[in-house]
């Protein structure tokens, strides 16, 4: 094996360990970069040391901060008796376009997954039992994504803060704006009419 080929299996090997990208997709990727201008691979790789040596977990909600604290936590004018909880810090953003929520946040960092190793004192559950005995919330959002994994964390910790004086709810299902109910899956739907409403 040449030198070349060497690093470049190097490189491979280093993006397969990165979720959902498979050995395929690394080699692509692979030499993409190696056909990149220097100038563009080095300001991905300038990205990438910036991220480690700067970015990190707010203490409070982990989200993601350069601060102790990220801004959201520290906006004031935010509603610090609602704590919507999410699985991933890209969940915030996602939520806060939709302009619906002027509460606080609070991140799992991941979903139950006991076949994965995943289990409950793996996710900043216990951080979030504490802001909740330590601040006045009077209601948590269980945002979790709506598959397996997201259904099982929303039922374990509800079932851990049903015991508390507080309102949790769950975010409701459905069917999308514009969308057609003649394409709806079977269970799209259902849950659509089991999340109801009155008008």
Partial sequence: MSEAQGIIDTLINELCR????????????????LNMPKADALSIAEAIISVKE????????????????????SDTSRDNTKICVVEEPGNIVVVERSR????LYHVLLGALSPIDGITPDRLKINELLARIKDNAVGEVIL?????????????????????????????AYGLPMGGDIEFADEVTLGKSIE????L
């Avoid at 945002?143 to 049903?162: C, F, S, V």
């Avoid at 999340?195 to 009155?198: K, L, Q, S, T, V």
């Fill in 195 to 198: 999340g109801r409403r009155p």
């Fill in 54 to 73: 700067k970015a990190g977990f707010c203490k409070s909600c982990f989200n993601v901060t350069e601060s102790e604290l990220c801004a959201i936590c």
């Fill in 18 to 33: 990165l979720p959902g990208i498979g050995r395929r997709t690394a080699q692509k990727l692979a030499f993409f970069i």
């Fill in 143 to 171: 945002a979790t994504n709506p598959n397996t994994k997201g259904e099982m964390t929303a039922q374990y910790i509800a079932g851990i803060l049903r015991p508390l004086d507080i309102v949790v709810t769950r975010i």
């Fill in 100 to 103: 619906s929520f002027s509460g």
